[in-house]
T-cell receptor, first 113, second 115 residues
């Protein structure tokens, strides 16, 4: 079945540091890929998405590129802020059952001033 | 602004009690979902509904049931709560389409403790 593997946290960075959170996936067919973010005390919000190979999703300074050859969708940000502290989830939708999301286990990011 | 609300943020129940978790969305979405979120396990889908009175099992339906009598409301029912059902429960909703993925909108979650 489908699966998503993302780097284990917690990740602790200083403000303005570069962020990478690795995500790889296993899926049949051609999945769509997503990053969701969960701020403390809140539900999940869609951060960015990519629906086909080589697409780059971007939002709020975050970027991720859909790499079919390496089955990866790594999240990056050039300069993190304290307000980016949250849990980040990588997820995929396999397209066959377009309603269903398969999530990774989440990565807790803490950014210190 | 889109909104998914859940009836309680925190809930404490005793083993064996019947528990109802309510979710309401105001976006006229066809699809609604219940997930549970556990540390180290991420989010796992319990049940999914694609229309009123229609439901499908997710990955971990055992010990749960659901009800969708109105389009905007999706209830998760723990028939006889057990301590291993202590968790964060998240409701979500989305539009539906055969060929396109629509964003799922999440509620704030209900943290359920079963003692």
């Amino acid at each position: 079945g489908d699966s998503v593997t993302q780097m284990e946290g917690p990740v602790t960075l200083s403000e303005e540091a570069f962020l990478t959170i690795n995500c790889t996936y296993t899926a049949t067919g051609y999945p769509s890929l997503f990053w969701y973010v969960q701020y403390p005390g809140e539900g999940l919000q869609l951060l960015l998405k990519a629906t086909k190979a080589d697409d780059k999703g971007s939002n709020k300074g975050f970027e991720a590129t859909y790499r079919k050859e390496t089955t990866s969708f790594h999240l990056e940000k050039g300069s993190v802020q304290v307000s980016d502290s949250a849990v980040y989830f990588c997820a995929l939708s396999d397209g066959g059952s377009n309603y269903k999301l398969t999530f990774g286990k989440g990565t807790l990011l803490t950014v210190n001033p | 602004d889109v909104k998914v609300t859940q009836s309680s943020r925190y809930l404490v129940k005793r083993t064996g009690e019947k528990v109802f978790l309510e979710c309401v969305q105001d976006m006229d979405h066809e699809n609604m979902f219940w997930y549970r979120q556990d540390p180290g396990l991420g989010l796992r889908l319990i049940y999914f509904s694609y229309d009123v009175k229609m439901k499908e099992k997710g990955d971990i339906p055992e010990g749960y049931s659901v009800s969708r009598e109105k389009k905007e409301r999706f209830s998760l029912i723990l028939e006889s709560a057990s301590t291993n059902q202590t968790s964060m429960y998240l409701c979500a909703s989305s539009l539906a389409a055969a060929t396109e993925f629509y964003e799922q909108y999440f509620g704030p979650g209900t943290r359920l403790t079963v003692t």
